[in-house]
């Protein structure tokens, strides 16, 4: 089960932040990330971390957002700077986990948190 926080109004230029907190008792999470939507798009990834700290960005983001995790807490959080209109969507928090000792892989999605980002 993975808990989103975050997200809201803001003018084109301000920052926002997200955090998504994983209860994953007795899995391993393999990685955890952001992917945003929009209406009538494809759901497209934002930022994703592994379990090693690889990170990877959208293209349109790079630079600008950045993500992080707190290990401990099975937490991860995504820090969105120089924000754009069209960056406005909504924000899903995604984790990808396994049980020790096996290989299927669960991918789990937290309920969607809009940004939205006024010119």
């Known amino acids: 089960q993975l808990q989103a926080s975050g997200g809201g109004l803001v003018q084109a230029g301000g920052s926002l932040s997200l955090s998504c907190a994983a209860s994953v008792s007795g899995f391993r999470i393999k990685e955890m990330g952001w992917y945003s ?7 497209e990834v934002v930022a994703t ?37 069209e960056d406005t969507a909504v924000y899903y928090c995604n984790a990808r986990s396994v049980r020790p000792g096996r290989s ?16």
Do not use: A
Not at 53 to 80: A, E, P, W
Not at 104 to 117: A, D, H, I, P, R
């Open 49 to 85: 971390m592994n379990e090693d700290g690889f990170t990877k960005y959208g293209d349109s983001v790079k630079g600008r957002f950045t993500i992080s995790r707190d290990y401990s807490k099975n937490t991860v959080y995504l820090l969105m700077t120089l924000l754009e209109p």
């Open 104 to 119: 299927y892989e669960y991918n789990t999605w937290g309920q969607g948190t809009q940004v939205t980002v006024s010119s």
């Open 37 to 43: 939507q929009t209406p009538g798009k494809q759901r």
